[in-house]
């Protein structure tokens, strides 16, 4: 278990700051956290699904002519989502 001499307090790796240091000093008392390779190979494979799925989704639109109302959608979507970003980044920042 990580320890900060500065602090005269144990870490465990989950209460460290995820770059290795300590979340009240800041000095570097552990190792980074890395993410596991299984991690990431859960995050390539599930963009991949969403991604084959939502290339079928437009396919369906397509062939059913609707898609120019799932893009209208998918632009409103996303205008609300960034704005929501927006704001909480602005009141995150204040
Ligand atoms: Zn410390």
């Keep these: 278990m990580p320890w900060c001499e500065d602090c005269s307090k144990f870490w465990t790796p989950t209460s460290m700051n995820r770059d290795g240091t300590c979340p009240t000093c800041g000095r570097q008392i ?4 890395k993410v596991p390779w299984h991690f990431k190979l859960l995050v390539i494979a599930t963009v991949l699904y969403l991604g084959f799925r939502a290339w079928q989704g437009f396919v369906l639109a397509e062939e059913h002519g609707v898609l120019v109302y799932v893009l209208a959608a998918l632009a409103v ?15 995150g920042a204040a």
């Design 30 to 33: 552990g190792e980074p956290a």
């Design 77 to 91: 979507l996303g205008v609300g989502a960034w704005g929501l970003v927006r704001r909480r980044q602005r009141s």
